[in-house]
């Protein structure tokens, strides 16, 4: 019983870890998903610049195609700055991902064990209910030997009770 109780309070601790790891993992996925969509945009932007030095070109704007060549200049820039930044993220990702997945086995494993327990402690009380059950008939042979009540119910209860059998587990009178 000592065993079942701290086992849950062990399985709850991993369930709240888990939920921790997988709240970190989301976070870290979500911070991923803003580089790629900042990346995008920056080749967005280094196409726009292309396109406006083309533009220029034709209509021989020279601010216009300084602007275009300046605007694909620090587009190609930020992009190579965020393709380190996202390959960094993506490092962190899988390690995050590999924590989580560690943390769900943990918690299974917790879950496991916590069955077993609750398995062996159904298999003890079968196993008392069948104790008190054969002391009953024990002591019936005995009193049918002596002339004595061959079957009492209330006799039966308080065989028992003495050996403390949950309701649960107790076989019905009749």
């Known amino acids: 019983m000592a065993i079942a109780r701290a086992l849950r309070r062990l399985l709850r601790i991993r369930e709240i870890e888990e939920e921790q790891s997988?709240?970190?993992?989301?976070?870290?996925?979500?911070?991923?998903?803003?580089?790629?969509?900042?990346?995008?945009?920056?080749?967005?932007?280094?196409?726009?610049?292309?396109?406006?030095?083309?533009?220029?070109?034709?209509?021989?704007?020279?601010?216009?195609?300084?602007?275009?060549?300046?605007?694909?200049?620090?587009?190609?820039?930020?992009?190579?700055?965020?393709?380190?930044?996202?390959?960094?993220?993506?490092?962190?990702?899988?390690?995050?991902?590999?924590?989580?997945?560690?943390?769900?086995?943990?918690?299974?494993?917790?879950?496991?064990?916590?069955?077993?327990?609750?398995?062996?402690?159904?298999v003890e009380y079968e196993r008392h209910a069948q104790q008190a059950l054969d002391e009953w008939h024990r002591s019936r042979r005995r009193r049918r030997q002596s002339g004595g009540s061959l079957t009492d119910p209330a006799e039966a209860a308080d065989c028992l009770q003495r050996q403390s059998i949950p309701e649960t587990v107790r076989p019905q009178e009749t």
């Open 22 to 122: 997988l709240q970190a993992l989301e976070k870290t996925m979500a911070e991923l998903h803003r580089l790629r969509q900042a990346l995008a945009a920056a080749s967005a932007r280094e196409r726009r610049g292309r396109t406006l030095v083309s533009e220029s070109a034709q209509t021989g704007e020279t601010v216009s195609r300084l602007a275009g060549i300046e605007e694909s200049r620090l587009a190609a820039r930020q992009a190579v700055a965020l393709r380190s930044w996202i390959a960094e993220m993506e490092i962190e990702v899988a390690e995050r991902r590999q924590k989580f997945l560690s943390r769900r086995v943990e918690r299974r494993q917790v879950e496991t064990l916590l069955q077993e327990a609750a398995a062996r402690q159904a």
